[in-house]
């Protein structure tokens, strides 16, 4: 299957600081990908997808200001948590459909995740 | 709005034995169902995947079934190994959503030597 990268896998900061993920898509382009959150053994939570030359698109309740999201390219897509806090530690993971219109039933592959811990 | 139902949330089997995990959902548009299996600290790896075009699907020892009439799509794994421990969540997506996935609450499946 196709591969998405993300960096770092780990990452661990202070309070007030502002933390940016990158989710690669290797061998495809992705003109939309999507970034997810998962707290300890629950399931993964649409917090928004990410669009190539337009504005991201965020589900209800996730802040955009918090989150940052841009997409660069056709294969890089990033998310900038600014001024974390303890509360923002989580499993972030991001997804790209293999195609080119993100339409429904085009398989997505997921990225290996990034932990971040807020201090 | 959209949910997927999954059950059951954990699942132990003996190694060899099958296992079975269903998941239900409400919207009839839906028309692609996903299974990932996702190991501690990694993240999710497709194992299947099935259309709302057809019934069933297997490769080697994992099939997935779908009966649209009733909502219902299901993972069978046969010949269980302990390698096959992990969460498994089910997922789908329909046509006028972008692709965005709507996961199940996960499958805790331990195989036991």
């Known amino acids: 299957g196709a591969v998405v990268s993300q960096h770092p896998s780990r990452v661990i900061c202070k309070s007030g600081t502002s933390v940016k993920i990158e989710c690669r898509s290797l061998?495809?382009?992705?003109?939309?990908m999507f970034w997810y959150r998962q707290f300890p053994k629950k399931s993964l939570m649409l917090m928004a997808t990410?669009?190539?030359?337009?504005?991201?698109?965020?589900e209800q309740g996730v802040e955009k200001d918090k989150f940052l999201i841009n997409h660069a390219s056709l294969t890089l897509s990033t998310l900038t948590v600014t001024s974390a806090h303890p509360e923002d530690s989580s499993f972030y993971i991001c997804?790209?459909?293999?195609?080119?219109?993100?339409?429904?039933?085009?398989?997505?592959?997921f990225g290996p995740g990034t932990r971040l811990l807020v201090l | 709005g959209e949910n997927v139902e999954q059950h059951p949330s954990t699942l132990s089997v003996q190694e060899g034995d099958s296992a079975v995990i269903k998941c239900t959902y409400s919207?009839?548009?839906?028309?692609?169902f996903p299974w990932y299996k996702q190991e501690l600290g990694k993240g999710p790896q497709l194992i299947i995947d099935i259309r709302s075009n057809v019934g069933e699907k297997k490769d080697q020892r994992i099939a997935v079934t779908l009966n649209k009439t009733a909502k219902h799509f299901s993972l069978h794994i046969t010949e269980t190994q302990p390698e096959d421990s992990a969460v498994y969540f089910c997922?789908?997506?329909?046509?006028?959503?972008?692709?965005?996935?709507?996961f199940g609450q996960g499958t805790e499946l331990s195989v036991k030597p």
């Open positions: 061998d495809f382009q992705a003109t939309t």
């Open positions: 997804s790209a459909p293999q195609g080119t219109s993100g339409g429904a039933g085009e398989t997505q592959y």
């Open positions: 990410s669009n190539e030359g337009s504005k991201a698109t965020y």
């Open positions: 919207d009839s548009a839906s028309n692609y």
């Open positions: 997922a789908m997506t329909y046509y006028n959503q972008g692709g965005k996935l709507i």
